[in-house]
């Protein structure tokens, strides 16, 4: 099974791709990830990435695409995956289609994890993630069970830098504007699937598992 998982940054792509991933044991992929242990390792991938991030920016598809490529291929995929946070931009959908088709593949499932742009700043400046795994939570709606520790690993939580509302409101912008195609783009290869994101996780993951069967 492979999923792809769309929506505005803070909508619970994540969030739900992790409980995908662990129902129906497929490996989460998620590109905001990749770069951001990039970044703590400090590698040049790295350095190149976070100039785009801290801006709300996209990172250039050159530097996405052979990457992703290059995990699906890896042989813990062969079963599927879920791709959370890519693709992001229609070339990154046509290159993954491509790499997929040279290979007599194609993805299953494009859930589009729907919530209002009016929800999302709160829902930003709540995540907190941790430090040490890069697991997420949030302050009220999914809290830790010891304030600002990590429930997974013990370490620290923080709030994003790019997920202060100043950079919240610009990556909306250049969601509409370069990922919001996507929907049409999935619409018409005819794998769309429209979830409502803004009903308690459980819930949501629920409406995903009667798309994706038990
Ligand atoms: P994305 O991966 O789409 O950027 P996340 O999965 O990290 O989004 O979710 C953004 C924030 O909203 C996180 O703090 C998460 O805990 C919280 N969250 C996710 N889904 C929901 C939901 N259905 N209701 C309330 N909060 C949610
Ligand atoms: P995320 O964790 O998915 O919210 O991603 C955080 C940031 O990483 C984004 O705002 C982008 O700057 C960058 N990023 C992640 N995935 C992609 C992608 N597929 N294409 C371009 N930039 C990406």
Same mark, same amino acid.
């Given at each position: 099974m492979k999923i792809i998982m769309l929506g505005a940054?803070?909508?619970g792509k994540g969030t739900q791709a992790k409980k995908i991933a662990e129902k129906y044991k497929i490996p989460h992929i998620s590109t905001g990830d990749i770069f951001r242990a990039n970044i703590k390792n400090g590698t040049e991938l790295g350095k190149k990435a976070k100039t785009y991030m801290d801006q709300g920016l996209l990172v250039p598809d050159e530097l996405v695409v052979d990457l992703v490529v290059d995990r699906v291929n890896q042989d813990d995929c062969k079963d599927g995956y879920v791709l959370d946070g890519?693709?992001?931009t229609i070339p990154q959908a046509e290159a993954l289609d491509q790499a997929l088709a040279r290979l007599n593949q194609k993805v299953d499932y494009a859930i589009n994890v729907e919530v209002p742009d009016e929800n999302i700043v709160n829902r930003m400046s709540g995540r907190r993630a941790c430090v040490g795994c890069g697991a997420t939570y949030h302050i009220v709606f999914a809290p830790t069970?010891?304030? $600002?520790? =990590? $429930?997974? =690993?013990?370490g620290s939580l923080i709030l994003r830098d790019d997920d202060k509302p100043e950079t919240v409101q610009k990556r909306l912008g250049v969601y509409h504007e370069q990922t919001q195609p996507l929907i049409e783009y999935y619409t018409n290869a005819g794998i769309l699937k429209e979830v $409502?994101?803004?009903? $308690?996780i459980e819930d949501v993951f629920r409406e995903i598992t009667n798309i994706l069967g038990e």
């Open positions: 940054p803070g909508a890519f693709p992001r069970q010891k304030e $600002d520790v =990590c $429930d997974n =690993c013990g $409502d994101g803004t009903i $308690d």
